[in-house]
């Protein structure tokens, strides 16, 4: 909930293709402080569930792995990195999609012209809840397969350096760096798929048709740098969310006897 103004900021930058300061300032004239809000329990309901899906596809994924000696034959990194792949297209297809519409649709209209999944879902069919799925599963793959493959070798260095009595349990500031790391690094990778994204999901999508389409439409009218928008906003987003989550997770794996 706290990172929810950047979120809403970032889907607009992505959308309008402007700064952050004139962004700031149609979202807030559109609706006031209530509209950096807008599709607070999609955003609420969709992080309550996404990363018990990442995480828990991203170990079934792991143990077939070890299962069939996949991982021998691929070695840590590569391994973790294709794991990530598969649980991010997972996530994205199970869970994020849908939410994930719903959200841009109210980030980028008035307050109270959008509805519902339920709603959308009457009015456009399935295929309205998954529009931008293909680019929403290129981009939560990407992300998955960077964080899991980051965290561990940057937890690793720094309990080393900093903490090396404590590598069964790293202090906290150790794992949260390390997730907040693969998080803003993830996000720098993949914001061109993001703003692709967004595009396809928000309230002028309708005039792209496919993923590709929107790409290049993008490229040719707007140049590379329109792929970086929203940037600023979601770097120290995804620093915050990820340093969280990989924290927590770390701790609940322990505490349940994992590790």
């Not at 300032?25 to 018990?52: C, M, T």
């Not at 309990?159 to 404590?166: A, K, L, Q, R, V």
């Not at 979601?234 to 927590?248: G, N, W």
């Amino acid at each position: 909930m706290v990172t929810m103004p950047l979120d809403t900021l970032k889907t607009n930058m992505q959308v309008s293709g402007q700064g952050a300061t004139k962004s700031a300032g149609v979202i807030f004239r559109r609706g006031g402080i209530r509209q950096f809000y807008a599709g607070l329990p999609e955003f609420l309901f969709q992080a309550s569930g996404k990363a018990a899906v990442r995480f828990y596809t991203f170990s079934l994924f792991q143990n077939a792995s070890n299962f069939v000696g996949m991982d021998a034959v691929l070695g840590q990194t590569a391994n973790d990195f294709t794991c990530g792949l598969g649980a991010g297209v997972v996530e994205a297809l199970a869970w994020t999609t849908p939410t994930e519409r719903v959200k841009v649709l109210k980030q980028t209209s008035r307050i109270g012209t959008q509805g519902s999944v339920l709603s959308i879902a009457m009015d456009q069919g399935v295929a309205g809840l998954y529009r931008g799925a293909l680019a929403t599963a290129m981009r939560q793959s990407s992300s998955v397969a960077i964080r899991f493959t980051m965290y561990g070798p940057i937890k690793e260095r720094l309990t080393n350096t900093f903490s090396p009595d404590s590598r069964g349990a790293p202090p906290v500031w150790i794992t949260m760096l390390a997730g907040g790391c693969g998080g803003a690094v993830s996000v720098c990778v993949n914001n061109p798929i993001d703003v692709v994204k967004s595009r396809l999901q928000g309230s002028s999508g309708a005039q792209y048709s496919n993923t590709l389409q929107c790409f290049m439409h993008v490229l040719k009218n707007e140049g590379v740098s329109a792929f970086y928008k929203g940037l600023s906003a979601r770097v120290p987003r995804l620093f915050l969310s990820q340093a969280i989550q990989f924290s927590v997770y770390e701790r609940a794996y322990r505490a349940i006897g994992g590790g």
